[in-house]
């Protein structure tokens, strides 16, 4: 009887130790060991929406070239740009021959065949670019990271050719096998016939002929709490010792991972020191951990695009909001930026959001507004840029505090050589 009852409580402690393990290891952040699919997480908090990776990638801009130097662009979200690319998402592209970038002249065959070209700012990995295209890749194109694809029919060449650039500038992979007519290429570009005409630079980025029409809005803003946030990202809030810092800002530790407050309590630095350092870095899983974690720890409000770099040790992930068609531009001082993860071996070392959020779908007040264009817009470009070199030229939307939220002004935001955006407004 007493042997019996020995048993039965020793059953009963193990079973208690292992659950209690389970949900130590589900429910710590960066636990990706046993985590490690994109659903499989407990949710924490009831905060934003969750995102799948697929939602997050896409072409920041879609050129389109319609030969004799004619080009226009479609932004995220536009009806053009959102009908060609689900269609080029449900084509094929295999048998990727590669050859050096300089085997011609590609900035003067944009000028003379029309075609489609999709840009993916800073690159995507092929094996991530194949969650939203259809790509057959060998083991030497599957290593590579894309910034370009560019879809294109050559005078009375009876096929359709596809290129996709690597980032690194130096190769280029054609694709031997390519789902697509001619035919089916032309439709798309002539669907750009009628829009705001641009023209291609010497120095590679493009100017509007004409004004471009943007939405003027103010929205409403809500803000998740310190408290939300600590009860999230600690499994035991009530262990953490809160220290105040010199320059106003706050920080929560349980002495091994912290959480640093800024801006009015409206921005978050999240830090664990014990994530993994290693010297072979899979950007891929280590994206997809991110977007976990941010499931996780947060979620999302709106549409984000992911953008990301890598080094021997890390993939430093950003995460760039938008409002309809155009990125939110960062306003640091107030505690209003994108979000940015950096990530270790598929665990997460740091986490960095602003706590503040647009309530889209509640404007306040829109106003239609148009941002300059040709030669006034260049003069402009020269002034605000100065010797440096121009690389990028977009519309965008800067952010400015109201008593009712946030005000988003068009402008064009000017990408510099040295990764410093600069602004010209709307008129």
């Known amino acids: 009887m007493k042997e019996s009852l020995k048993t039965t409580v ?3 402690l193990i079973t208690a130790s292992l659950v209690q393990s389970y949900f130590l290891i589900y429910r710590l952040p960066g636990s990706y060991s046993v985590v490690n699919s994109e659903s499989n997480y407990i949710k924490t908090e009831n905060m934003g929406q969750e995102q799948r990776v697929e939602n997050l990638i896409f072409p920041d801009q879609m050129i389109i070239h319609m030969g004799k130097d004619k080009h226009t662009l479609f932004y995220p979200e536009s009806t053009f740009y959102q009908l060609i690319y689900s269609r080029l998402q449900g084509r094929n592209f295999g048998n990727f021959e590669r050859q050096s970038v300089d085997s011609a002249n590609w900035e003067e065959l944009k000028k003379t065949h029309p075609g489609i070209e999709l840009s993916f700012e800073g690159g995507i990995p092929v094996s991530l670019l194949q969650r939203i295209m259809q790509l057959d890749a060998d ?10 694809v560019w879809i294109y029919t050559s005078g009375k060449d009876p096929k359709a050719h596809a290129l996709f650039f690597s980032s690194r500038g130096d190769v280029v992979y054609e694709a031997e096998d390519v789902d697509l007519t001619v035919q ?4 798309h570009v002539d669907f750009g016939t009628g829009w705001t005409p641009y023209r ?3 120095a ?5 002929e004409e004004a471009l029409e943007m939405l003027q809005v103010e929205l409403p803003t809500g803000q998740y709490t310190v408290d939300q946030m600590q009860r999230s990202l600690f499994f035991d809030p009530s262990m953490t010792r809160n220290i105040q810092e010199k320059d106003g800002s ?8 912290s959480l640093q407050v800024k801006y009015n309590q409206r921005w978050i630095s999240y830090n664990d020191p014990a994530a993994v350092q290693t010297s072979e870095v899979d950007r891929t899983k280590d994206v997809l951990a991110a977007v976990d974690f941010v499931n996780q720890y947060g979620g999302f409000n709106g549409t984000y695009r992911l953008t990301m770099d890598a080094d021997n040790q890390s993939t430093q992930i950003n995460l760039l909001p938008y409002y309809d068609s155009y990125r939110i531009l960062d306003l640091p001082e107030y505690g209003f930026e994108h979000m940015h993860l950096d990530v270790q071996k598929e665990s997460v070392a740091t986490y960095e959001r602003s706590l503040l959020y647009l309530m889209e779908g509640e404007e306040v007040e829109k106003q239609m507004t148009q941002l300059p264009f040709g030669e006034e817009l260049e003069q402009q470009i020269k002034e605000v840029a100065g010797n440096a070199t121009v690389i ?3 519309p965008a939307y800067l952010p400015v505090p109201t008593e009712s939220g946030m005000k988003l002004l068009p402008v064009w935001a000017i990408t510099l050589g040295s990764g410093q955006v600069k602004m010209v407004p709307a008129k």
């Open 10 to 12: 020793l059953v009963l």
């Open 204 to 208: 590679g980025y493009y100017i509007p």
């Open 392 to 394: 990028n030229l977009f």
């Open 200 to 202: 291609l630079t010497d």
């Open 139 to 148: 083991s030497l194109f599957q290593a590579e990271t894309i910034s370009k």
């Open 250 to 257: 706050e920080i929560y530790t349980d002495s091994k991972r």
């Open 184 to 187: 089916d290429v032309k439709q």
